[in-house]
């Protein structure tokens, strides 16, 4: 599964309010839900999860990049969501740097292969300074969808 199979444009949010990691996350799950037509029940068991998943360990890698994931019973395939935050906030990432950009995953337990490879294709973004400039100088959602999709 490649990570354009995942995100598609109405999944890419530039540029995303918060000032502290709750309220990022919040408005991304928020914003999302919306794309995709989520109910406010399958939202909240997102956040939740979302949330539950972050209690274990900060999903903030480095350079100014978190890849917050769960998994969630409605969600046969994995999706993703990106977002270039408004401000960068601190994240606890693993360089102790401020986060600015967000790669949303939610999977499902039925395809959990596809979510790792998901992940490991977004891990790689991370790693490539030039388009990950390209992401974080987005100045809105269709910027940031052009990076993704001529």
């Known amino acids: 599964m490649s990570l354009t199979d995942s995100l598609k444009k109405e999944f890419c949010f530039c540029p ?7 309220e990022v996350l919040s408005n991304l799950l928020s914003s999302f839900a919306s794309a995709y037509g989520m109910s406010e029940e399958e939202e909240k068991e997102a956040f939740d999860a979302v949330m539950k998943r972050e209690a274990l ?7 100014g990049v978190a890849i917050p994931h769960a998994k969630v019973d409605f969600i046969h395939k994995p999706v993703v969501a990106i977002a270039v935050g408004e401000n960068e906030i601190d994240f606890s990432s693993a360089d102790g740097k401020p986060t ?16 790792v490879q998901v992940l490991s294709q977004i891990a790689q973004i991370a790693r490539n300074s030039t388009l990950l400039n390209m992401i974080r100088n987005s100045r809105n959602k269709d910027e940031l969808a052009s990076i993704f999709f001529s």
Not at 16 to 22: A, D, F, V
Not at 57 to 63: A, C, F, K
């Open 100 to 115: 600015k950009v967000y790669f949303l995953v939610l999977g499902s337990d039925e395809h959990p292969s596809e979510h």
């Open 57 to 63: 360990g900060s999903t903030g890698l480095e350079h």
């Open 16 to 22: 995303l309010k918060g000032r502290n990691k709750e």
